[in-house]
């Protein structure tokens, strides 16, 4: 019987996902298929719904309902709880829907565990958006000496506060002054993806040895990722984040740990 998959969300049509599972499908020889799911807030349950008549067999979850879909999960699980944000679906061997955070692994995967001495540098957060969650709880695993964070609507910044309480908010108007002082700068916001708005800010002085990590991925080299590698910062883009989240909601899906190593050659952005 054939295995469906999919990913939930909005303005989906740019996503690499379906590409990344199909590529695992025929190198597992999985009989299964990957789908692109744009719904509004108000059919979140019935795509719940065909999970429990297994219709669906696993489902991603991005942008905007990482928190939104929580209520109508039977459980949450791991960092899910933790992060009160869900970007994996399944049906366990109970009947219950479960909802797990793969996030966390994709950040930890691509950017912490490639870091020196992390548990030493500060570190300034743009966006309080759905993967912040992810990468706060990642870093404060990683016992990162300070985590401040920023975002446009600093109410939403004061919210994520309730569930990270040792975290600073800063205003966002301050974030070029920070910049100066801050060892690791985090923009997890879609400022500079392709095609959209990006930063109005010029961030002309960095502090030396700045490592400055995008969670935007298409462009693979955004504008403030060329500017700060000009003023000799170490960059990332949300490329390997992507496939590694990618790889433990496989696992979870799969019981089968796909191999990544040939993938970006493999992927068409």
Request: glycine share 6%; aromatic share 10%; charged share 30%.
């Amino acid at each position: 019987m054939k295995k469906k998959f999919g990913l939930i969300g909005k303005s989906l049509k740019h996503s690499i996902s379906p590409q990344i599972h199909h590529h695992w499908y025929d190198a597992n020889k999985i009989d299964a298929n990957y789908e692109l799911i744009e719904i509004s807030e108000n059919e979140i349950q019935s795509v719940i719904e065909r999970i429990k008549k297994k219709d669906l067999t696993g489902i991603n979850v991005t942008i905007p309902y990482k928190q939104t879909v929580i209520p109508f999960l039977d459980q949450i699980i791991n960092e899910a709880q933790e992060t009160q944000s869900v970007n994996t679906i399944y049906l366990n061997d109970a009947g219950k829907v479960i909802g797990e955070n793969t996030d966390v692994y994709g950040f930890e995967y691509s950017f912490i565990k490639k870091i020196e001495t992390i548990d030493q540098k500060e570190t300034l957060i743009l966006g309080a958006g759905g993967v912040t969650p992810s990468i706060i709880c990642a870093l404060k695993k990683a016992n990162v000496k300070r985590i401040y964070l920023a975002n446009r609507t600093k109410d939403k910044a004061l919210k994520l506060k309730k569930s990270f309480n040792s975290i600073e908010i800063i205003d966002w108007e301050t974030i070029e002054e920070k910049v100066k002082e801050i060892d690791i700068l985090i923009n997890a916001t879609s400022l500079g993806t392709k095609g959209g708005e990006d930063f109005s800010q010029k961030f002309e002085t960095i502090k030396k040895r700045l490592i400055y990590y995008d969670v935007v991925y298409n462009p693979a080299e955004t504008k403030l990722m060329k500017n700060f590698l000009k003023q000799g910062a170490q960059v990332f883009n949300g490329f390997d984040m992507l496939i590694f989240q990618a790889q433990k909601a496989f696992l979870l899906w799969n019981k089968i740990n796909p191999n990544t190593e040939d993938l970006k050659s493999k992927l068409k952005i």
